[in-house]
């Protein structure tokens, strides 16, 4: 540093020369390709939003969006066709809402076990064990639903169908838990100590601190972990495609075969539906629907987690 | 059972922190319906010595004690003694306002709820607003958030949510550290009013204060190893006036600190 | 007063002591369900699957005949997926991060991008597909091939490489920038020689991280028309492909329990190649978290 303060003025000029086009030019080109990047991002969802937009449009040119809201039977593959997305819906809400069974106690309980109960090397090794549900590809729940659980619970009654909804709910719930467990133990763990230990302080057992002071102060943070466990149980697809079955039916019964929104797409994919087509736009229909209810739901998370930091940030 | 009898008893007294030791071999006596004050310089472990009357530091699991403390005769600290059983027998304010976040209501109700209180809420919730000042400043919004309230309130509330079990002891951790001078004042007030019903033992390290509001003083110092030792115990008056110890001297008279 | 002695509140304490086990007893019954749980998984595939999982079932092409099944093309589709996946989402992914980090600054692109990414995160899986088939597929004219497939899974992974590069670019002190603008250099010069190279463990780990997932997914690639039944090794980027979970779940819905057999021997290679890219992020993520000197 010193060597350089001291250098002769003759040489910083040869300093300044650099200092001009030939170091800007390639700043401003770096710069420019790094703003190509990250809107890279931006494309991807405009890419999405027209690419849906643009065939679900010509999929309502054709079916009344009436008909679409309001049927309760879903045939486009068949001769006679009908387009009511109900049936679908059904079967998301059946699927999505059994694994939500599933994943709201497990997942909560074991949060409050892992904030409130275990020590810090149980919850270290526990907590990115849990995680690993979360990381083990969905593929491989939906061979473990349809050739564990369902033959289990078929075991214990034969009216089970081979495809139905409740295996499927069951180990997409195992899926979710650690979304559940994992939020909301962080929420919990935000929750300041101060608080804690004013209810010790007046004498409070460890359930009445977790149930009265750290819940209700951790609510909007875990309520976000709920909507966020639900929203990808809604667009997860090959548990239920594998194991539900493909028959859409309007019907919360979880011993049947039913389909869901994801697993329609995948159905008509897999098969040689040509470009163009109704039967082709009708899945660009089904997965704007789909879009529309995640994109939703994660906003509403978002809001809710907003709440959260905003009270104890 | 004797007037003078303390309440509240140390013997030989060690905490540690896993293997370091921060406070040492203390022993004092706390008399019932007094105000005793426990001074020192910042990590002098003046708040952690307090937290062993109410075993809050079991909620650390790190934390140990070796020796006794005694309340009302009995070991706080023996196996078949549940922390949440004394706890409520012993309240405790704390440094930072820690107002739950519900209503005004609720937060002076949760400790006779939890407790399984059977009386008149209501009734219950006023009288110990009452015995803060608080009643008149927050009777008409009882079921707003607790959160709302100015800092000063929420000390006094929290101070009222101590009341309401009715504890024996109020263990109060540098419960002005957080406030404005007014504000201060009028929790100085209070606990001059409270200790004709209740015993109180108060961590400061506002000398002043501890001057203003105290029987009792006991001067805390952490040695060169930084472990907490009692330097000096006696009636605040002698303390302050009259120190035995030129330690204590020091410190009160500013010379660190 | 007095009739609010103590005595009136210790009611009771012995069913709230009682009560307070039972629910200390049920939060850790729930903990150790969702870990017997993964337990059960791993050990019911391990039984079903492992007799199958050897040599011969890595190197043989897929097969009408359960027992002479292989992954060979499947494997190798899911390896050049993740490379063409792996390489968009770096390039995009880094540089997009770097942009929001070092250039945007509070600038009101920077908060639309922030959301638009979180939003993304949240897209369900297979709506990329539906994107990948349109634009990669169709309109630029790939057809059915890898790059169509690679491409698709990129955009998939690429907030996961965005946020973990941004997180790892933040964690790089300002001290080190600002010693480096304090001798002349130019934003670039900085960012390239002194905060990438401090930032490149953590972006490595969101790379790992990245790829897992891409190499576990199943529903996007059957949308832009990825075989189950691959007899041969794909040659160029254009070529058709079948990839890894494809095979198993084209095996999984056969009726035949030797097709079961090969779907498990196909999860146990999938889980292990997990467990392998995981345990490198953890890795890399230990040696490298304790805080640079200086």
Known sequence: MVELAGRPPASSEGYRRSHDWRRRLPERIIGFSLLLCASASILTTVGIVSVLIFEAAHFFGQVSIF???????????????????????????????????????????????????????????????????????TVVYGYFALLFVTPLIRGISENVAVFNGISASIVMGIMILPMVSSLSEDAMRAVPRSLREGAYALGSTKLEVSTRVVIPAALSGIVASFILAASRAIGETMIVTIAAGQNPTFTLNPFIPIETMTAYIVQVSQGDTPTGTLEYQTIFAVALSLFVITLGMNSLSQFFVRRFREVYQ | MQPSEPILQTKNLNVYYGAKRVVTDVTLDFVRNRITAIIGPSGCGKSTLLRCFNRMNDLIPSATITGQVLFEGQDLYAPDVDPTEIRYQIGMVFQRPNPFPKTIFDNVAFGPRINGFRGDLPELVEMSLRRTALWEEVKDRLKTSALALSGGQQQRLCIARALAVEPKVILMDEPCSSLDPIATLAVEDLMRELSQDYSIVIVTHNMQQAARVSDQTAFLMAS??????????????????????????AYITGRFG | MAAIGPTEFTQGMARRKWRGRAFHGLCLLAVVMALGMLAVLLIYLVLQGWARVNWEFLTSFPSRHPEQAGIHSAL?????????????????????????????????????????????????????????LEIFVRSLGLGKSLLAGGFTLGLLVLPIIIIAAEEAIKAVPSSVREGAYGLGATRWQTIWHLVLPQAFPG?????????????????????????????????????????????IFNWTARPQAGFHEAAAAGIIVLLVVLLAMNAAAVILRNKFQSPPEG
């Open chain 3, 76 to 132: 190798l589709g899911s390896i050049y997926l993740v490379i063409i996946a792996g390489f968009v989402a770096f390039v995009l992914g880094v540089g997009a991060a770097i942009y929001l980090e070092e250039y945007a600054g509070r600038h009101w692109i920077n908060r639309v991008i922030q959301v638009n990414i979180s939003n993304l995160a949240g897209v369900p899986s297979i709506v990329y597909g539906l994107l990948g």
């Open chain 1, 67 to 137: 008909e679409y809201l309001g049927g309760t039977r879903w045939t486009p593959l068949f001769a006679s066709k009908q387009f009511g997305v109900l049936a679908l819906l059904a079967g998301t809400i059946l699927t999505a809402g059994g694994s939500m069974v599933v994943a709201l106690p497990l997942g909560v309980l074991s949060a409050i076990y892992l904030s409130e109960y275990a020590h810090d090397g149980v919850r270290r090794v526990c907590k990115p064990i849990l995680e690993v549900l979360a990381g083990i590809p």
């Open chain 2, 224 to 249: 060169q190893e930084r472990i907490g030792e009692l330097i000096e115990f006696g009636e605040s008056r002698q303390i302050f006036t009259n120190p035995q110890d030129e330690r204590t001297e």
């Open chain 3, 203 to 247: 972006i490595l780990t969101g790379m790992i991280l990245a790829s897992s997932r891409a190499i576990g997914e199943t529903a996007p690639l059957i949308v832009v028309g990825a075989l189950a039944f691959v007899p041969f090794t794909p040659d160029s980027p254009f070529s058709r492909f079948s990839a890894l979970p494809i095979q």
